[in-house]
């Protein structure tokens, strides 16, 4: 293997400033999960992206924890280039997926009720 | 031929929305007719609301019937020239001298680039449309596609049809921005996912599946697919509540409004709507940012 490391332009995979589509978050969730699944370590870079729904993001990186913990996800992913007015976003979409892969049918019970 | 009286006022209330309501259903029941909207007593259409018109024309016209727009006043003529809703029955497009349109679409599901950027344009780089903050424009494109993107997972059709319309003289200004799907209802998504129909009978009433929808973090995303869900909608009542703007989701038979007073209303129609309608009013009287908030900025841990 000659890296160890793969960048993924999010601007290249949805080819543009917008990433809002839940088959692009798709495509780079599986994208980050051959990557990660093969020991290398994967930067997303947001650069010149403009617009984030949290459709893109629940697709790309919130369903990585329902195959990686967040231990080996801080060792193995980088976020590059976020704008600061999208962090929030990010947190909520983390925050979300992890209670919700913790304990799906506990997660569901809950806002159920 | 059947003639249709379209009322004096359609607007963006619970009244507006019960008569299109009650449109379809008459409609859904005619084949090989000739269908005429007779529009003399009509003096106002909210222009935003040809999305859900164009929904209910097209699925009239997919049952094999003619349908024909007749006796508009010069008013309703114009706007409804103006964002080219017209277009597809006999009329000529008019230029938008004041841009106060955005034009009525109908897209696959698949377009959301075209969309983007059709927005992008719609909203920067009218003369007289108001200066928006970028913060501001930025929220209501995202809001927009928060939208989009639901009637894309959950409504499992083939259009999406949106409008959208620049109401300059209202105090304060708003922009009324509607979308619609004709795929599966909240009522449906919800009663399927809560497992809560019995004997053939959804139990859950429309009003309380919307209800549940924009509570919490609720989904009817199927677990299996792995992918989270349940924030789109949360995070647009939040926006919608600082900018004291409005909601309105029309869904099966309920009908759900959060108001400017961050006030819930609930309503049921005596028929169904077959597919969901959602119209956002963003007051454009609006000079603050809207950062989501957060305890820490600085990084972003896994």
């Known amino acids: 293997m000659n890296v160890d490391k793969y960048i993924i332009s999010i601007y290249n995979e949805v080819n543009g400033d917008s990433a809002i589509s839940v088959d692009d978050g798709e495509k780079v969730f599986k994208k980050i999960d051959q990557a990660l699944s093969n020991n290398l370590k994967v930067e997303l870079d947001f650069q010149n992206i403009n617009l984030i729904i949290t459709a893109f993001l629940n697709a790309a990186i919130g369903q990585l924890y329902s195959k990686y913990s967040s231990e080996e996800l801080n060792n193995n992913l980088k976020l590059l280039n976020i704008k600061q007015e999208d962090i929030p976003l990010f947190q909520l979409v983390i925050e979300r997926a992890k209670k919700y892969f913790e304990n799906p049918q506990g997660f569901e019970d809950d806002v159920n009720n | ?302």
């Not at chain 2, 094999?64 to 727009?69: D, E, P, R, Y």
């Not at chain 2, 009637?151 to 949106?162: D, T």
């Not at chain 2, 620049?166 to 909240?186: A, C, E, Q």
């Not at chain 2, 909601?247 to 169904?272: C, H, L, P, R």
Request: charged share 25%; aromatic share 12%; proline share 3%.
């Open chain 2, 1 to 302: 031929m059947i003639v249709i009286k379209i009322p004096p006022k359609v607007c963006s209330d619970y009244e507006g929305f019960s008569f299109l309501v009650k449109l379809i259903n008459y409609c859904n029941k005619l084949y090989f007719n000739e269908i005429i909207l007779d529009f003399e007593a009509n003096t106002w259409f909210e222009a935003n609301l040809t999305a859900v018109l164009g929904a209910i024309l097209d699925k009239t016209r997919n049952n094999i019937n003619n349908v024909k727009i007749i006796n508009l006043t010069n008013r309703v003529e114009e706007s409804l020239r103006k964002n080219n809703f017209l277009s597809s029955y006999g009329f000529d497009t008019m230029p938008d001298k004041h841009d106060t349109t955005i034009k009525y679409r109908r897209n696959k599901i698949e377009e959301d680039r075209l969309i983007k950027e059709f927005l992008d344009v719609e909203l920067i780089s009218k003369q007289d449309f108001p200066k928006l903050s970028a913060a501001l424009r930025k929220e209501i494109i995202k809001s927009i596609f928060e939208i989009y993107s639901n009637a894309v997972i959950h409504g499992n059709c083939e259009f999406i049809y949106s409008c959208g319309q620049y109401y300059p003289s209202k105090t304060p200004p708003r922009l009324d921005f509607t979308i619609v799907d004709m795929g599966n209802t909240i009522k449906k998504n919800v009663n399927d996912f809560l497992k809560a129909n019995q004997n053939g009978v959804d139990t859950i009433l429309g009003t309380e599946a919307i209800n549940w929808a924009v509570s919490g973090n609720n989904t009817t995303k199927p677990k299996e697919n792995n992918i989270p869900g349940g924030l789109g909608l949360k995070l647009i009542k939040e926006f919608i509540s600082l900018n004291k703007g409005k909601i309105q989701i029309v869904s099966a038979d309920g009908y759900w409004e959060m108001n400017k007073d961050k006030k819930n209303e609930t309503k049921s129609f005596e028929e169904e709507f077959p597919g969901t309608i959602v119209n956002i009013e963003f007051n454009l009287d609006d000079k603050d940012f809207y950062y989501l908030k957060s305890e820490t900025i600085e990084d972003i841990i896994f």
